[in-house]
């Protein structure tokens, strides 16, 4: 990594992560290329930040757990590649029912440059610090649909509640909300707001090569 990007974890002691483009379990059906370690980036700011949104939610009896933070570059391209491929069925059902994947970047579900390469955006939600059950929101992370949308008709009044106070708890930490997408927050004062970077999310603890921005972190 370079200089300001950080493990979230090392920094937020008893944040959950399940990293899911590093896993088979996302909307492309396999690892996505720029992930080869299923941990959580993020710039020291994000981190910080996140550190006051954990105490807000403690307060209310919740956790976090973080689903993606930083996102290469070259990951963004992957998707836009896979959104050109033929439909083969796997994951249209639980992640984009209602629409065909090519209509995935026009709705507004996925970016062509996005905010996650700057390290400064995370998809999240939370979970009960009793029972360690995740929160009902109405639908799950990467449901590419009117009903992930903030004030979506079709979910409980306990999904919505929990939906508030997602949403309460970023924004007093410093993040402002995604309209299409319950569970993506960006950083209202983010350190690198015109940078996407693309080095790899690797195992290693911290690469030493400071100065190295988007495309020359191989």
Same mark, same amino acid.
């Given at each position: ?46 981190? #910080?930040?996140?550190?006051? /949104?954990?105490? *807000?939610?403690? @307060?209310? +009896?919740?956790?976090?757990? !973080? ?38 970047? #026009?709705?507004?579900?996925? /970016?062509?440059? *996005?905010?996650? @390469?700057? +390290?400064?955006?995370?998809? !999240? ?46 924004? *007093? ?46």
């Amino acid at each position: 990594m370079i200089d300001d990007f950080v493990f979230v974890d090392e920094l937020v002691p008893g944040v959950r992560w399940d990293a899911k483009y590093a896993t088979w379990d996302n909307f492309t059906g396999k690892p996505v290329d720029g992930y080869s370690a299923n941990r959580i980036v993020g710039t020291t700011a994000l981190c #910080e930040a996140l550190r006051r /949104a954990q105490e *807000s939610a403690a @307060s209310l +009896g919740f956790g976090l757990l !973080l689903w993606d933070g930083y996102r290469p570059q070259r990951a963004v391209d992957c998707f836009m590649q896979w959104s050109r491929q033929p439909e083969d069925g796997r994951k249209k059902p639980r992640h984009y029912p209602n629409i065909d994947r090519s209509e995935m970047f #026009e709705k507004g579900y996925v /970016a062509a440059k *996005s905010g996650h @390469s700057r +390290g400064g955006t995370v998809d !999240l939600s939370l979970f009960d610090l009793v029972t360690g059950e995740l929160a009902h929101m109405g639908g799950d992370h990467d449901l590419m649909d009117p009903i992930s949308h903030h004030g979506a008709d079709g979910i409980t009044e306990a999904e919505a509640a929990n939906r508030r106070n997602l949403s309460s708890i970023m924004e *007093s930490a410093g993040f402002d909300r995604y309209e299409c997408e319950w569970w993506h927050y960006t950083l209202r004062n983010e350190p690198f707001p015109d940078t996407y970077f693309d080095f790899p999310v690797t195992p290693a603890a911290r690469a030493r090569s400071a100065g190295l921005s988007a495309g020359l972190m191989r």
